[in-house]
């Protein structure tokens, strides 16, 4: 059975780099968008930054520069490579599969109620 299960978290000073990791059984070799998400106590949840198959992506405006987000078929692992974070980066981090919507739709949010799968989340930290 398909699933996502995120590690790479953690707590880090401002502008300083962290990698997240999203082991994608199942997800990084199909037709599946992936995304990174992220939520705060109180606040919705965020898309941050999807790929899709063909490896286009998108990302939100606040980390546009700052993070990349790729996935590896041969490992079947789907990253989140986040630079130069600052303190509005804290929060849980989420991956997920989208079998509907593309990276455009997933950050925006238009797609989430046909996300497929989520992870348990990793926590990052940002102090400054």
């Known amino acids: 059975q398909a699933q996502l299960v995120e590690s790479g978290g953690g707590s880090v000073q401002a502008g300083e780099s962290l990698t997240l990791s999203c082991a994608a059984s199942?997800?990084?070799?199909?037709?599946?968008?992936l995304g990174w998400f992220r939520q705060v106590p109180g606040k919705p949840r965020e898309g941050v930054a999807a790929?899709?198959?063909?490896?286009?992506?998108s990302y939100t405006d606040s980390v546009k520069g700052r993070f990349t987000i790729s996935r590896d078929t041969a490992k079947d692992i789907l990253y989140l490579q986040m630079n130069y974070l600052k303190p509005e980066d804290t929060a849980m981090y989420y991956c997920?599969?989208?079998?509907?919507?593309?990276?455009?739709?997933?950050?925006?949010?238009?797609?989430?109620?046909?996300?497929?799968?989520w992870g348990q989340g990793t926590q990052v930290t940002v102090s400054s």
């Open positions: 997920a599969a989208d079998p509907w919507g593309g990276p455009i739709e997933m950050v925006r949010g238009l797609s989430t109620e046909y996300i497929e799968a």
């Open positions: 199942g997800y990084t070799r199909s037709a599946y968008s």
């Open positions: 790929i899709d198959s063909t490896g286009s992506t």
